[in-house]
């Protein structure tokens, strides 16, 4: 399939499939994207198994920029960037790595942005059970940076607000506040 697809599209740009260089691609062409999708065979309901409930945390929680790389559903280039996570418990504390394992399990998906960040913050209501939650991703997106409008510094900023957080501004800036900060 993936040498099909490599010699057809060599064949479209006038490009020899069968010079030095090329032999091996349609191979590391398929192992690629097995890596890069991998998180379709991962279950983010697995993620959050060893939470934590002996401490009566009810404070925020902020996790920042946890980078990402993942392919736009609509052109297969990359999209990357980093994602800020806050989120108040209720009875549940996770690990700090949760996270990070848990936007790679979305992430490594065909992907839009906007799915993306709604998949993760369902995810940690769903799981976690947070008092609220909420959520900012900014990513870089080759398909607007290196072609059609060619607009190399343009970033996509995307958030999804849950629970206090949506239900209290206060709430909401004081999360944003903590993102500013270095």
Known sequence: MFEDFFYFLCQEIGENPQREGLKNTPQRLR???FELLSGYHQDPKSIF???????????????RDIDFFSLCEHHLLPFFGHISIGYIPRE??????????????????????ENLTYQIIESIMEELNPKGAMLVCKATHLCISMRGREK?????????????FKEDSKT???FLEHLKKD
């Open 31 to 33: 192992d690629s994207y």
């Open 49 to 63: 198994l060893s939470t934590f409930c002996e401490i009566p945390y009810n404070e925020m929680i902020i996790v």
């Open 92 to 113: 549940k504390i996770a690990g700090i790595g949760d996270f990070a394992k848990l936007v790679e399990v979305f992430a490594r998906r065909l992907q839009t942005q």
């Open 152 to 164: 190399k510094n343009s970033t996509l900023l995307t958030s999804a607000v849950r629970g206090v």
């Open 172 to 174: 909401r800036a004081e």
